[in-house]
């Protein structure tokens, strides 16, 4: 019996997962069409890394404002 709520545990959580990950695909596909139709450019993304870096200052601005002044 045990067994069968651990499976049906884990069968829950993974179809929630799948939901989770395809409206989160959704709201991303909403929030480009709304971006579009308010004009604001798309910054292209060189690698996944800087979808968490965006709002800090890199290593390099930092150096290269350093030499400026």
Known sequence: ???VIIT???IL???GSIA????TRIIIEEIGIIKKELGIPERPR???G???DSDTR????TIK???NT
Do not use: L, P, Q, R
């Not at 989770?20 to 409206?23: D, F, L, S, Y």
């Open 13 to 15: 959580a993974i179809t």
């Open 8 to 10: 049906m545990v884990a």
């Open 46 to 48: 060189d690698h996944y």
């Open 20 to 23: 989770a990950w395809i409206n």
């Open 50 to 52: 800087d979808v968490f």
């Open 65 to 67: 404002d350093s030499e």
């Open 1 to 3: 019996m045990f067994h």
């Open 58 to 61: 890199a290593e390099n601005d």
